[in-house]
């Protein structure tokens, strides 16, 4: 199985930046297996995918972080990065990330999560 280690989260006023970091183990000698991703879950709502990567570095976002979360990954180091900026209080939530394998519809592997706080 994969591990996922998050790190990051924290208080930022509207309109900061934060980046998170997951680092992901026991997959690193299989690599081009698997994509990553960034998922959130705001109070009170379901859980939805903001960002994911693939093993050759294609992205997608979701249409209301387009512009400011920038996903990436880092093979040598095998973690996966989301750089948040001009950071709303819409953005508050606890963000996870997650892996699976390239051929499944599905991320199935999830780390702790992690709470991101946008507030004055």
């Known amino acids: 199985q994969v591990q996922l280690v998050e790190s990051g989260g924290g208080l930022v006023q509207p309109g900061g930046s934060l980046r998170l970091s997951c680092a992901a183990s026991?997959?690193?000698?299989?690599?081009?297996?698997?994509?990553m991703g960034w998922f959130r879950q705001p109070p009170g709502k379901q859980r939805e995918l903001v960002a994911s990567i693939t093993s050759d570095g294609s992205t997608s976002y979701v249409d209301s972080v387009k512009g400011r979360f920038i996903i990436s990954r880092e093979s040598a180091k095998n973690t996966v990065y989301l750089q948040m900026n001009s950071l709303k209080p819409e953005d508050s939530a606890v963000y996870y990330c997650?892996?699976?394998?390239?051929?499944?519809?599905?991320?199935?592997?999830w780390g702790q999560g992690t709470q991101v706080t946008v507030s004055s």
């Open positions: 997650a892996t699976k394998l390239r051929w499944t519809a599905t991320f199935n592997d």
């Open positions: 026991g997959m690193t000698i299989i690599y081009n297996l698997y994509d």
